[in-house]
Structures are given as structure tokens and as C-alpha cells.
């Protein structure tokens, strides 16, 4: 399973982009890295995927680095609402016959100031 | 719509008591996976079930856990004997397929159990 480094916490000031790292130097070619995010007393909630390129959806971006060791969940105008626990996670390999489990690190800490 | 619900919220055992967890995915999801996830920590994996077969149960801790999806949708996590190190919430996520080489599958969690063993 692909381990993930992240820094405990970020802060944040609101309306402000924020960029949350992420290693996982241990990832596999085939392996997708994703990004949850837990809110307080909540279940981890979907953010974004990917595999090589750089992606975009309506709650962010994510920039993965060439080598793929790397990654960085953009958040373009942090709210209030985006203060959560951030993970990033690995483990869906594409090629193989895993089935998508996803293995957390401890996350970041996002805290986002009025 | 309804997303995963899981009950109880919240369940407090004496040590040495056996609990039920219970897991209701989203209609028509394939995929189920239980995590464990222990107090300022990531969600860690226990069990995986595609329908009603249980095709990955790696992470469970000890015999003492034990899962079941009998019919392909509600899922129940077992807990037999509990002892203070079983404190933590329990989640349980749904995905609408079963995986497979081209597509990914974006998994739903719902609130989690959270479990407290005294």
C-alpha cells in the first residue's frame, strides 16, 4: 500500500487559496492518489482524484508532480465551510485487481481564519 | 437523497460485551468497506465486500471481529467480547460498483459509530 506524508496542520485565511502537500514517495505506477476531507463528528467526504495529470473539479485542483512522489490539493478561495482534516491517500491500483482500499495517513489539519 | 446511515451514533459497552454495528449503504452500491478510526487518527481499513461476498477481511484485528452482508446491501460489524482498545468510530463506506480495471469508484462514508469500551 502506497504510504502518504502530509504536515499536521495549515492555516489559512478566508478567501485566500490554499495549497495542502502531500508526499507518497511509495506509490505505485499504477496506483491513484485521492483526496478526503473530514469535517468535525462527519465521515470523510470525496474531494478529488488522480492518476498523472492534473485535474480539476468544482472543489479544487490537484496538481501531481512528474515523478508522481508528490502531490498538492489547491483549494482556490478557502471558506469557513473548508476548515476540515485532509487526507491524502493511496491505494486504487488501476492495473490489478485491488478493489479500492484506501489507506489514510494522519491528514492535515486545515484551519481557516475569518 | 440518502447517502450511508449507520446506527448507533454512539454505543457505550461494558468491557467484555459483544456489540452490533449497523451499516445501511446507499441503494444499489456494490462495494461496502468498514475502517476503523481511532481517536486523532486516519480512518484505518478493516473489511471489504463486494454484494454479499466478503472478499477482503485483512484488516480486521482479531477474531473477535467479525462481518457480514448476507443480502448484498445492509452490512452489520460484530464485536465480540470488547475490550477498551475496540474505543474508536467505526465508518462505513458504499461505492456504487464493484472495482474494476478502467473505472474509479468515488466511496461514500456515512457519520461512523463511534464505540466507547469502559
Known amino acids: 500500500d502506497a504510504k502518504t506524508t502530509q504536515p499536521n496542520s495549515m492555516e489559512s485565511n478566508e478567501e485566500e487559496p490554499v495549497h495542502l502537500p502531500c508526499n507518497h514517495s511509495?506509490?505505485?505506477?499504477?496506483?491513484?492518489i485521492h483526496w478526503y476531507r473530514q469535517l468535525p463528528s462527519q465521515g470523510p467526504e470525496y474531494v478529488i482524484h488522480?492518476?498523472?495529470s492534473n485535474v480539476n473539479n468544482r472543489m479544487a485542483s490537484l496538481a501531481i508532480a512528474e515523478d508522481r512522489k508528490s502531490s498538492t490539493l489547491i483549494l482556490h478561495r478557502a471558506t469557513l465551510r473548508d476548515a476540515a482534516v485532509y487526507y491524502c491517500?493511496?491505494?486504487?491500483?488501476?492495473?490489478?485487481?485491488?478493489?479500492?482500499?484506501?489507506?489514510f495517513g494522519q491528514g492535515t489539519i486545515l484551519t481557516v481564519h475569518p | 437523497g440518502a447517502g450511508v446511515s449507520q446506527s448507533p451514533r454512539y454505543k457505550v459497552a461494558k468491557r467484555g460485551q459483544d456489540v452490533a454495528l449497523r451499516c445501511d449503504p446507499i441503494?444499489?452500491?456494490?462495494?461496502l468497506f468498514w475502517y476503523q478510526q481511532a481517536l486523532g487518527q486516519g480512518p484505518e481499513f478493516l473489511t471489504y465486500?463486494?454484494?454479499?461476498?466478503?472478499?477482503?477481511k485483512s484488516g480486521l484485528p482479531s477474531d473477535r471481529f467479525f462481518a457480514e452482508r448476507p443480502e448484498g446491501s445492509v452490512s452489520t460489524l460484530k464485536i465480540q467480547r470488547t475490550q477498551q482498545e475496540d474505543s474508536a468510530v467505526y465508518l462505513c463506506?458504499?461505492?456504487?460498483?464493484?472495482?474494476?480495471?478502467?473505472?474509479?469508484?468515488?466511496?461514500?462514508f456515512g457519520p461512523g459509530t463511534r464505540l466507547t469500551v469502559l
Open positions: 463506506a458504499s461505492s456504487l460498483k464493484r472495482l474494476d480495471r478502467v473505472s474509479y469508484n468515488e466511496q461514500f
Open positions: 511509495t506509490i505505485s505506477g499504477t496506483d491513484y
Open positions: 488522480g492518476l498523472t
Open positions: 491517500t493511496g491505494g486504487f491500483n488501476a492495473g490489478g485487481t485491488s478493489y479500492g482500499k484506501l489507506t
Open positions: 441503494s444499489g452500491h456494490v462495494s
Open positions: 465486500f463486494q454484494n454479499e461476498a466478503q472478499l477482503d
